[in-house]
């Protein structure tokens, strides 16, 4: 394995982690809403939750963006970041595709994305797992995985429909806002 990989990163500065948890909560407030509006039309494929769609992985992007520039000045490696930000572009552009196939298609190329991201936040999660609200990223990352599997299988089944794609973002969402609080707690322990 690489040596720059596996290295823990170094402990974060109070700005550092104020801004890692800015991030988290405004991942977690972006989930909350994209799935109750993906909710609402959930069994069609229409221009609103194409755009959701669509909108979910770009925006998933811009937060991997905005942390892999905090991490790269301050927290070592960022691999895991990049390799992110390409899964998440190719995906946005995957269900652009795959939305003129249908529901299925959509669900097999979220639930390829959804284990692909998952095990990247697992990774970024355990190497940074020396600091305060990465365990609910580990453990988010590991349900990512079992639930992109579960929506390629959904994708067989003649019920199909994107009902479970607002679950799963609404709990990643949650995932977030406690590795948001953790971080908080951490901060006012240390004095921050």
């Known amino acids: 394995m690489d040596s720059s990989i596996a290295t823990p990163a170094p402990a974060l500065t109070a700005s550092d982690t104020t801004a890692l948890r800015r991030l988290y909560l405004l991942r977690f407030a972006f989930?909350?809403?994209w799935a109750a509006l993906l909710l609402a039309s959930a069994h069609t494929l229409n221009p609103l939750s194409t755009t959701?769609?669509?909108?979910?992985?770009?925006f998933d992007v811009a937060c991997a963006v905005v942390?892999?520039?905090?991490?790269?000045?301050?927290?070592?490696?960022v691999r895991g970041l990049y390799t992110n930000i390409v899964f998440s572009s190719l995906t946005a552009a995957g269900l652009v595709a795959a939305a003129a196939s249908g529901i299925p298609a959509v669900l097999r190329v979220w639930g390829a994305w959804a284990v692909?991201?998952?095990?990247?936040?697992?990774?970024?999660?355990?190497?940074?797992?020396?600091m305060a609200g990465q365990w609910p990223m580990i453990a988010s990352g590991g349900i990512s995985t079992l639930a992109g599997a579960s929506f390629m299988v959904q994708a067989g089944k003649s019920d199909a429909s994107l009902s479970s794609l607002a679950g799963y973002a609404f709990l990643?969402?949650?995932?977030?806002?406690?590795?948001?609080?953790?971080?908080?707690?951490?901060?006012?322990?240390?004095?921050n």
Not at 172 to 191: D, E, I, T, Y
Request: charged share 15%; net charge positive; aromatic share 6%.
């Open 67 to 77: 942390d892999a520039r905090s991490a790269k000045a301050k927290r070592g490696p």
């Open 31 to 33: 989930a909350a809403v």
């Open 52 to 58: 959701l769609l669509v909108i979910y992985p770009a």
């Open 172 to 191: 990643g969402g949650v995932f977030f806002l406690v590795s948001a609080l953790r971080l908080g707690q951490a901060a006012k322990a240390s004095g």
């Open 116 to 130: 692909t991201a998952g095990l990247v936040q697992l990774i970024v999660g355990v190497l940074r797992r020396g």
